[in-house]
T-cell receptor, first 114, second 114 residues
């Protein structure tokens, strides 16, 4: 079956531009996570959705970052007024239900801010 | 708060030799432990997980890991590596009191040479 997909796979933005990154989770998966992976580092948690509810956004680095999942499936991570430090790979993961443990990761979107 | 430490940033190994990747964690609450592998330009793929029960867990591709509660470690091993095992490996911790978000180590790059 189809896994988690993300688009675009690569994005180059000029400093100050807004970007939107899309995640299509596995169909029926209740939970959705966003992570940020800087070069040479492990992924860092950004935010968590259970269905359409954003239950944890403690990892969002600034108020320029926000995420939504309005219908409980597709999610969008938006970064306003991008800065060079936002350059990273943004990973999306989904999970079938809260009682399960494994997260299924997408291939990521590599964002480069010039 | 919890932390995850992967003690080696890079591990060179010859084909058919054994490999061990070290992971230590700290947490004030119970944890679940995971190892993920990331091939270039791909998302993370689950190798194995420890939730409870036997402290020796077996995963895919011939990998296994041992949970040691007293030493707060979860080291990953493979008795004989292949060229195709060249990848980045991440240890991850999930606390039992969270939404299931992962905290990852910084990763260990395994380079297998003939």
């Amino acid at each position: 079956g189809a896994g988690v997909s993300q688009s675009p796979r690569y994005k180059v933005a000029k400093r100050g531009q807004d970007v939107a990154l899309r995640c299509d989770p596995i169909s029926g998966h209740v939970s959705l996570f966003w992570y940020q992976q800087a070069l040479g580092q492990g992924p860092e948690f950004l935010t968590y959705f259970q269905n359409e509810a954003q239950l944890d956004k403690s990892g969002l680095p600034s108020d320029r970052f926000f995420a939504e999942r309005p219908e409980g499936s597709v999610s969008t991570l938006k970064i306003q007024r991008t800065q060079q430090e936002d350059s990273a790979v943004y990973l999306c993961a989904s999970r079938p239900r809260r009682g399960s443990y494994e997260q299924y990761f997408g291939p990521g979107t590599r964002l480069t801010v010039t | 708060a919890q932390s995850v430490t992967q003690l080696d940033s890079q591990v060179p190994v010859f084909e058919e030799a054994p490999v061990e990747l070290r992971c230590n964690y700290s947490s004030s609450v119970s944890v679940y432990l995971f190892w993920y592998v990331q091939y270039p330009n791909q998302g993370l793929q689950l190798l194995l997980k420890y939730l409870s029960g036997s402290t020796l867990v077996k995963g895919i591709n011939g990998f296994e890991a041992e949970f040691n509660k007293s030493q707060t470690s979860f080291h990953l091993r493979k008795p004989s590596v292949h060229i195709s095992d060249t990848a980045e490996y991440f240890c991850a911790v999930m606390t039992t009191d969270s939404w299931g978000k992962f905290q990852f180590g910084a990763g260990t790059q395994v380079v297998v040479t003939p």
